[in-house]
């Protein structure tokens, strides 16, 4: 009798340590149980936005990052190579508030945060179709501004030379 009891407590405490996880996951974000849409964007690089971030809209979280694809050949209407595809999750509240000429941009947290999308709904009359894709407005890259500063600096140097 007294094994009995035992085993019952012990599947009462496993079951109450599952419950736990799945509800700490649920609370970090890291597992959902509503449907969201899947919205696709195209950027020409990642801008450091990582799977998992969050989806803004004016600030309050909407969604998050699904998955990051790398497609090396891909190119836009203009010819711009456009290499990463993000895919997110957006609650089907906000996915109705898209209208066609919507927006995606990367941003951060404060000076150092982390970086998030944030989507812009847009003016247009027309919704934004169903599994068409948003361009992301790629944030300037430090890297690739500083490079083009200091050519601009040696070029200036050997011109007053």
């Known amino acids: 009798m007294d094994e009995s009891k035992l085993e019952l407590k012990v599947g009462a405490l496993l079951l109450a340590a599952l419950l736990g996880t799945l509800g700490l996951l649920s609370l970090m974000g890291e597992l959902s149980f509503g449907s969201g849409e899947t919205l696709k964007t195209n950027w020409s690089h990642t801008g450091n936005v990582v799977k998992g971030a969050p ?3 004016s600030g309050v979280a909407v969604g998050r990052v699904e998955a990051i694809h790398l497609l090396p050949t891909r190119r836009d209407d203009q010819g711009e190579l456009m290499p990463v595809q993000m895919l997110l999750a957006v609650n089907p509240e906000a996915a109705a508030a898209l209208r066609a000429d919507a927006a995606v941009t990367i941003s951060s947290q404060g000076a150092l945060g982390e970086p998030y999308l944030e989507l812009y709904p847009g003016l247009a009359q027309a919704p934004l179709q169903k ?25 200036a140097s050997k011109m007053l030379e």
């Open 131 to 155: 599994g068409s894709a948003v361009r992301g407005v790629d944030s300037p890259r430090i890297d690739v501004v500083s490079n083009r500063l200091a050519a601009f600096l040696e070029s």
């Open 55 to 57: 989806v803004k809209i």
